[in-house]
């Protein structure tokens, strides 16, 4: 069974940077697109990113668009959110999820289709 492990999240002030990111042990990612997703208190769970199973494709929601980069290792199993600039704004839980999901970039495809989630790791972003 495919299990997802995410780190890399902390409190770190604004215009400052993270790196996330997404350990996969059991089955290899190879087969599966890659999302993250956040959740802020009182706000509903959003797409922010996605990487295809081949790696060709991503998209970014439009809010961190510029900011921040998706990118994924098949040899390390592992799939790493980079962000910059960061935004008290951008201050939520990160999962990641996997799946196998049509990922281009233009659509992150449907929240449901993503079948493995990690535990999420927080992300703070305050002066």
């Known amino acids: 069974q495919l299990q997802l492990v995410e780190s890399g999240g902390d409190l770190v002030q604004p215009g400052g940077s993270l790196r996330l990111s997404c350990a996969a042990s059991?089955?290899?990612?190879?087969?599966?697109?890659i999302g993250w997703f956040r959740q802020a208190p009182g706000k509903q769970r959003e797409a922010v990113s996605c990487?295809?199973?081949?790696?060709?494709?991503?998209y970014y929601e439009e809010a961190v668009k510029g900011r921040f980069t998706i990118s994924r290792d098949i040899a390390k199993n592992t799939v790493y959110l980079q962000m910059d600039s960061l935004k008290p704004e951008d201050t939520a839980v990160y999962y990641c999820?996997?799946?196998?999901?049509?990922?281009?970039?233009?659509?992150?495809?449907?929240?449901?289709?993503?079948?493995?989630w990690g535990q999420g790791t927080q992300v703070t972003v305050s002066s």
């Open positions: 999820a996997a799946g196998p999901v049509y990922c281009d970039w233009s659509d992150p495809g449907e929240e449901y289709e993503y079948e493995y």
């Open positions: 059991g089955p290899t990612l190879d087969n599966n697109a």
């Open positions: 990487i295809s199973s081949s790696g060709a494709s991503s």
